[in-house]
């Protein structure tokens, strides 16, 4: 591991401040280490001396203030430390959640949600010691140790010498340690993301194991992870014992060095007492600094492990293309949305191309069978797929139109809270609309008030989806949205329900409302406006097909050969 990583810095500012704070704390008690050192030996040597008593309390009186000086000193450095540790890692987690956010569900869904959360949150929290004890005790070291090095060497050459060989070995074996720290301790944290996948994997999957009789199995694995990560856990504590052994044993044998050094000089005379107990005393403080990194490494390495993950998604946004939005006022009631020679980029190939649009007042179906990339045309409308051709609202590209759209995917997307918690989702809450939103997607039976687990855990498939698109019609309404998008909003529900919530989005367009709606049911097309047949590629193609549906409502009572078919209800 580097010192300081130079990518913590970039991504976390706050610290900057925090750096230059700790440089001074450090200077400022630097200088009292040096001023009670000289303050003290001088009243020690005075009274070995014999010296009246009335000249020495003036210098043990300054001794004992620059004590009450250095434990203030102390606790402002813990304060700051604590406080600029804090605001890092809000930053950083602000950061990463910012980048998860702008490279959307398309990279998420490549990753491993687990890993992830468990890096924001205690991969995060244990850099709490990187930036509150590590990165302050490298600040005093640079800082504090030439200064009691040079002060020793202007007092006595010879034991500043000694000092100045004897300390790069603390180093050397630091790094020698590091490394074989660092091994562990990755390889633990790695176990660690493998346990909260797999137990995360494991109860989302509990019914399922449970119908097959496979719970037990399911069981052990996640006991035999978790026996992995206490074992390596073990490993990471046993090499941090051993390197604070041999940290302080180095440390220990170098004073030691000195001191007998000094205790032969003093016999033969060739050093003066206050010299002699002057060095005696600040060699044990120059090293204490390059002690300190030492054990302040071990607590700050769980949570640089932690870091490539959080570099990983950091990096892949600061180098995404910056988005292009024009400066414009959110588009009113009654928006065109329109995709033109729109091409989906999804694993490695291609989708077909397609251009369409939904005018303000009608339905648009797009249907098509499984695979044809109906789902990938909604997240190219979100901004969520890499795509050739344009997004465009009232006539205007946006990098992505998801500040006009209200949109419920094929997956509920619930939190923990209550009904309606999830249904005013990021909205202001409104009982009386989130009542009617609930009513019109067809669960009116559902009280607002029930108390959802993880995912949604408390309401059955066809529940969840129907309070997913409960939300988005609450939205739609609350803030105004021109465009309504639902892909696959019936797929759990019956025939009577899914006829209600059919009525529900022919009502939304009568106010004038542009519904785009992913469906493979054969009901959808009674509501529909236009139809948008996507169909798959010829085996194997010449070129890529282009699916294209008409932009205007008039040109739309025909098929295609292309591969659309344009309905008029």
Known sequence: MKPVDPRLLHYTTASRGFFALSAAIVLAQTGVI??????????????????????????????????????????????????????????????????????????????????????????????????????????????????????????????????????????LFMVLIGLATRGVQQKQYRTLGRLAARFADTVEGLGTLKAFGRQHRAARSIETI?????????????????????????????????????????????????????????APEAYLPLRQVGVQFHAASEGVAATEEIFDALDAAHSAPHEQIPDADAPALGSTIALDRVRVHREGHALPEVSLSVWPGEVVLVTGPSGV???SLIAAVLGHAEHDGEVRVDGVAVAHARDSVAWAGQRPGLV??????????????????????????????????????????????????????????????????????????????????????????????AVGRAVLLVSHRRSARAIADRVVELSPPASPPRESPRIVASAAPEATDSGDSRGVQGVRS
């Not at 009335?54 to 604590?82: F, K, M, N, Q, T």
């Not at 050459?157 to 000092?163: A, D, M, Q, T």
């Not at 044993?249 to 032969?264: K, N, P, Q």
Request: proline fraction near 4%; hydrophobic fraction near 55%; charged fraction near 15%.
């Open 373 to 375: 990339g109906k789902s």
């Open 416 to 509: 923990s809270g209550t009904v309606a918690e999830n249904v005013a989702l990021g909205s202001p809450a409104d009982p009386m609309r989130i009542t009617s939103a609930l009513t019109d997607a067809g669960v009116a039976d559902l009280d607002p008030a029930i108390v959802l687990g993880a995912g949604g855990a408390g309401l059955s498939g066809g529940q969840a989806q129907r309070v997913a698109v409960a939300r988005a019609l609450y939205r739609a309404r609350v803030a105004g949205v021109p465009v309504l998008v639902l892909d696959e909003p019936s797929s759990a529900l019956d025939a009577d329900t899914e006829s209600h919530l059919w009525n529900t989005l022919r009502r939304e367009a």
């Open 226 to 282: 978790t026996r992995d990560y206490k074992r390596e856990t073990m490993t990471v504590l046993r090499v941090s014992f051993l390197s604070g052994f041999a940290l302080e044993f180095l440390a220990s044998i170098s004073v030691a060095i000195v001191a007998v050094t000094i205790g032969f000089r003093l016999l033969a005379g060739d050093l003066s007492l206050l010299v002699g107990l002057f060095v005696l005393l600040l």
């Open 34 to 171: 040096v001023g009670f050192a000289w303050a003290l030996t001088t009243a020690l040597v005075g009274a070995i001396q014999g010296r009246p008593v009335a000249e020495l309390w003036g210098y043990v009186g300054v001794a004992a203030s620059l004590v009450l000086v250095r434990g203030l000193l102390i606790a402002a450095s813990e304060r700051a430390s604590a406080r600029g540790a804090a605001a890092a890692s809000l930053q950083l987690r602000a950061a990463l959640l910012g980048a998860v956010a702008r490279l959307g569900p398309g990279w998420l869904a490549r990753r491993n949600a687990a890993s992830l959360a468990l890096t924001a949150g205690h991969g995060l929290e244990a850099l709490d010691a990187y930036f509150g004890r590590y990165l302050p005790q490298l600040v005093a070291t640079a800082i504090t140790m030439p200064i009691l090095i040079g002060a020793i060497a202007l007092a006595d050459p010879l034991s500043g010498l000694i000092v100045a060989l004897t300390i790069p070995l603390i180093p």
